[in-house]
Nanobody, 123 residues
Framework: QVQLVESGGGLVQAGDSLRLSCAAS????????MAWFRQAPGKEREFVAA????????SYADSVKGRFTISRDNAKNAVFLQMNSLKPEDTAIYYC????????????????WGQGTQVTVSS
């Protein structure tokens, strides 16, 4: 069992930055891929970014490439999402997710989820 807790969300203006954190506890996450998803009001959940624990391979949604950076600290069992140049369309609840093996894009293939953290970007 893995528990995930997100933090770092908030209300910012367009162009600002935020750094989300996801703390993992429980079973060792050394073989888990970690990902960030988001869900805006009235929209389906969408993939944002992912990172492998083993080889540090990353993946990003086209909508956030060049603006968001995912990273991890294995020693602290933590994953981060640095979000720069935020836009109003980035407004959503951001969820951290974990799965055994390498990252994938489909949310239903992730085994563990956090409770989410709200990010609101005003124009």
């Amino acid at each position: 069992q893995v528990q995930l807790v997100e933090s770092g969300g908030g209300l910012v203006q367009a162009g600002d930055s935020l750094r989300l954190s996801c703390a993992a506890s429980g079973r060792t996450a050394s073989s888990y891929a970690m990902a960030w998803f988001r869900q805006a009001p009235g929209k389906e959940r969408e993939f944002v970014a992912a990172i492998n624990w083993s080889d540090n391979l990353t993946s990003y949604a086209d909508s956030v490439k060049g603006r968001f950076t995912i990273s991890r600290d294995n020693a602290k069992n933590a994953v981060f999402l640095q979000m720069n140049s935020l836009k109003p369309e980035d407004t959503a609840i951001y969820y951290c997710a974990a799965r055994r093996g390498p990252w994938v894009l489909r949310g239903n293939e992730y085994d563990y989820w956090g409770q989410g953290t709200q990010v609101t970007v005003s124009s």
